[in-house]
């Protein structure tokens, strides 16, 4: 986070938490709900400004609850989560994945392929779905660990089964699950509101 930031925070660390302003689309653009209604699912304005989506990005974190939150200043903004926490693609060079927020993807723990077609990844700086426009150049990266193609054996896996499979120099479980269950599984709250008891 910004050191301005955490300044703001020791200062003021009792200013409350706000929900139902922010959210984020599986695309990775952070949407402003002025009525404050993200919860009822509305598709909120899009923000365009890079130096604010520079700072929010720089700022975008989470609690031990999984809820991610933007730090504006001494005040959490709590983010509706559309798809995942983080949104994944692949970086320039093509060799490495990238969050929207710019940070790099060092490893990468874990994968899951929904129900609906989405991969999702667990990596070293949280929960992240690879965006669709990146997805066949994904799938296409994915091997087996003898280097072969892993896409032909990933469309015949069923719900719960597995496969070990290689990418972006880690290798990890791939899971097939619901798309219900991925926040669960994945350990982020896509809905915050209010503080956990």
Not at 61 to 68: I, M, Q, S
Not at 179 to 184: A, E, F, K, Q
């Given at each position: 986070m910004d050191p301005q930031v955490l300044d703001a925070?020791?200062?003021?660390?009792?200013?409350?938490a706000v929900h139902g302003w922010l959210s984020l689309d599986g695309r990775g653009r952070f949407r402003l709900h002025p009525q404050g209604d993200a919860a009822e699912h509305t598709p909120g304005e899009s923000i365009s400004n890079t130096q604010i989506l520079g700072f929010m990005a720089r700022n975008y974190?989470?609690?031990?609850?999984?809820?991610?939150y933007f730090q504006n200043g001494p005040q959490r903004v709590y983010v509706r989560v559309d798809a995942a926490?983080?949104?994944l693609r692949g970086a320039d060079e093509g060799e490495a994945l990238v969050a929207h927020t710019g940070a790099a993807i060092a490893r990468i723990d874990a994968w899951w392929l929904d129900d609906t077609g989405a991969l999702y990844a667990a990596t070293d700086i949280g929960p992240g779905v690879v965006e669709d426009r990146d997805l066949?150049?994904?799938l296409d990266a994915l091997t087996l660990p003898d280097g072969s193609p892993a896409l032909d054996r990933i469309a015949t896996l069923k719900a719960g089964q597995?496969?070990?499979?290689?990418?972006?120099?880690?290798?990890?479980?791939?899971?097939?699950?619901?798309?219900?269950?991925?926040?669960?599984?994945?350990?982020?709250?896509?809905?915050?509101a209010g503080d956990p008891t």
């Open positions: 925070v020791a200062r003021w660390p009792n200013v409350p974190a989470h609690d031990d609850a999984g809820r991610w926490p983080l949104i066949p150049a994904v597995h496969l070990e499979i290689c990418a972006y120099g880690s290798t990890a479980t791939l899971t097939v699950i619901a798309r219900s269950d991925v926040p669960t599984t994945m350990g982020f709250v896509a809905l915050p």
